[in-house]
């Protein structure tokens, strides 16, 4: 090769190297170069040049090749997973080509028409060594890297900061152990593109309210606990997937070094809404997260005299029913449907017209608050007083006991859902 060609696909590799795509999109065109040396150098012999063509057609770029591979991701730890994955591939690749190679070349070579008298040997020590050894060499060679990895991602000594993350139907909330924060995160794709009425927008079923916040160049350690059914945390990015089981605490932990907004989603079926239980990490620089924590407990303090205000006044229907409708089509409309109607006798209709005999939104107002407040034992129905505002449960138990022709004309007052607790 001329020292031209040579630079050339020097400079090939590192555009890769460097380049979004990644540590395979580099390895694509590395790929690539050695088979355009291939086919210059067998030019004029179209047998060989048909057997490396395949693999041009194969990937014709990184991107496409990339469709079909796992991601490199944004830590250290999931790039080594990558590694280990493409080495186990390419070592099983090379096991298979040379054992069913030679499945077929002996099935054609011996064929009866051939050989219509079998052999007559029956063993052959050396043989019977090599092709223990062998396996077993490569096992280990595998086995080591595969441990030193899976101890590493088990080591989740010395963090900086620790997130306790607990799941429940169908939500994640999330606590800073060490600043005292915490709050929930839930689905906002909107019921309209779900159901086919409204275009999918560009995050469908994968965006939330509260994105869990966690800084550049820490070690992030994660807490995962269940308050229900198994669940299990997952995003690709970071190669970080555990399991969140009710009464145990399971561990794992995360360094990004590359600030921007992670997607992942819950991978244990969990239920019926298991498909609308998404996860959004949004890492930032250290400074902004620190700033980040501060409005947050600044947020917190204002919270806590708004609550304080919102108990002090008398609050109308009008003020109470919009806000009411926004609680329940976020928390509740998903068991219950939008209209009340509710689904069988696991998510009892909320309609006094449906059900009138079950419907508990037209009973007494102290059993309506006691439900909602601290749900209904061995059912889905989940405690809302740790998780809703004293205003947002005022909201909506008013909601329920007038929407849908329910027309109770009752108001909960904050200050009354306040005094329940």
């Given at each position: 090769?001329?020292?031209?060609?040579?630079?050339?696909?020097?400079?090939?590799?590192?555009?890769?190297?460097?380049?979004?795509?990644?540590?395979?999109?580099?390895?694509?065109?590395?790929?690539?170069?050695?088979?355009?040396?291939?086919?210059?150098?067998?030019?004029?012999?179209?047998?060989?040049?048909?057997?490396?063509?395949?693999?041009?057609?194969?990937?014709?770029?990184?991107?496409?090749?990339?469709g079909w591979d796992m991601?490199?991701?944004?830590?250290?730890?999931?790039?080594?997973?990558?590694?280990?994955?493409?080495?186990?591939?390419?070592?099983?690749?090379?096991?298979?080509?040379?054992?069913?190679?030679?499945?077929?070349?002996?099935?054609?070579?011996?064929?009866?028409?051939?050989?219509?008298?079998?052999?007559?040997?029956?063993?052959?020590?050396?043989?019977?060594?090599?092709?223990?050894?062998?396996?077993?060499?490569?096992?280990?060679?595998?086995?080591?890297?595969?441990?030193?990895?899976?101890?590493?991602?088990?080591?989740?000594?010395?963090?900086?900061?620790?997130?306790?993350?607990?799941?429940?139907?169908?939500?994640?909330?999330?606590?800073?152990?060490?600043?005292?924060?915490?709050?929930?995160?839930?689905?906002?794709?909107?019921?309209?593109?779900?159901?086919?009425?409204?275009?999918?927008?560009?995050?469908?079923?994968?965006?939330?309210?509260?994105?869990?916040?966690?800084?550049?160049?820490?070690?992030?350690?994660?807490?995962?606990?269940?308050?229900?059914?198994?669940?299990?945390?997952?995003?690709?990015?970071?190669?970080?997937?555990?399991?969140?089981?009710?009464?145990?605490?399971?561990?794992?932990?995360?360094?990004?070094?590359?600030?921007?907004?992670?997607?992942?989603?819950c991978t244990e079926l969990?239920?019926?809404?298991?498909?609308?239980?998404?996860?959004?990490?949004?890492?930032?620089?250290?400074?902004?997260?620190?700033?980040?924590?501060?409005?947050?407990?600044?947020?917190?303090?204002?919270?806590?005299?708004?609550?304080?205000?919102?108990?002090?006044?008398?609050?109308?229907?009008?003020?109470?029913?919009?806000?009411?409708?926004?609680?329940?089509?976020?928390?509740?409309?998903?068991?219950?449907?939008?209209?009340?109607?509710?689904?069988?006798?696991?998510?009892?209709?909320?309609?006094?017209?449906?059900?009138?005999?079950?419907?508990?939104?037209?009973?007494?107002?102290?059993?309506?608050?006691?439900?909602?407040?601290?749900?209904?034992?061995?059912?889905?129905?989940?405690?809302?007083?740790?998780?809703?505002?004293?205003?947002?449960?005022?909201?909506?138990?008013?909601?329920?006991?007038?929407?849908?022709?329910?027309?109770?004309?009752?108001?909960v007052q904050p200050l009354?859902?306040?005094?329940?607790?």
């Amino acid at each position: 090769m001329d020292a031209e060609q040579t630079e050339w696909d020097r400079e090939k590799v590192q555009a890769a190297v460097c380049s979004d795509a990644g540590l395979m999109t580099s390895q694509i065109v590395i790929l690539k170069t050695l088979v355009a040396r291939g086919m210059s150098s067998l030019a004029g012999n179209r047998r060989k040049g048909w057997l490396i063509a395949p693999v041009w057609w194969i990937f014709p770029n990184g991107a496409s090749a990339q469709g079909w591979d796992m991601r490199a991701g944004v830590t250290e730890m999931s790039q080594q997973v990558q590694m280990l994955h493409h080495v186990s591939l390419w070592i099983c690749t090379g096991v298979g080509i040379v054992v069913f190679g030679a499945m077929f070349y002996t099935i054609f070579a011996h064929r009866r028409s051939k050989h219509p008298e079998p052999a007559t040997f029956h063993e052959n020590t050396k043989i019977e060594v090599l092709w223990t050894l062998i396996p077993t060499l490569i096992l280990v060679g595998m086995a080591v890297p595969a441990t030193l990895t899976l101890r590493d991602i088990e080591d989740n000594s010395d963090a900086d900061l620790t997130v306790l993350i607990t799941g429940s139907q169908w939500k994640w909330h999330y606590q800073y152990t060490e600043a005292d924060i915490g709050f929930y995160s839930n689905m906002t794709t909107p019921l309209e593109q779900i159901n086919n009425i409204e275009p999918k927008g560009e995050n469908y079923l994968m965006e939330v309210d509260n994105p869990l916040v966690i800084p550049t160049n820490l070690k992030v350690r994660f807490l995962m606990s269940s308050d229900d059914v198994i669940h299990s945390w997952w995003v690709p990015d970071f190669a970080v997937k555990q399991d969140a089981i009710p009464g145990f605490i399971n561990e794992a932990w995360t360094r990004v070094d590359v600030p921007g907004i992670y997607r992942g989603q819950c991978t244990e079926l969990c239920g019926m809404n298991h498909a609308f239980m998404p996860i959004v990490v949004e890492v930032l620089p250290e400074d902004e997260f620190l700033a980040w924590i501060e409005d947050q407990r600044i947020a917190n303090e204002l919270a806590g005299d708004a609550a304080v205000a919102a108990r002090s006044r008398e609050w109308t229907m009008a003020e109470l029913m919009p806000m009411g409708e926004d609680v329940f089509l976020t928390h509740c409309a998903t068991c219950h449907q939008p209209d009340g109607a509710g689904q069988g006798i696991k998510y009892p209709a909320l309609a006094a017209a449906l059900d009138p005999a079950r419907v508990i939104s037209t009973g007494p107002i102290e059993a309506h608050l006691d439900r909602v407040m601290n749900g209904l034992s061995e059912t889905e129905m989940q405690a809302w007083a740790p998780q809703l505002s004293d205003v947002e449960l005022a909201a909506v138990i008013t909601y329920e006991r007038n929407a849908w022709g329910n027309n109770t004309g009752d108001i909960v007052q904050p200050l009354t859902v306040y005094e329940a607790r």
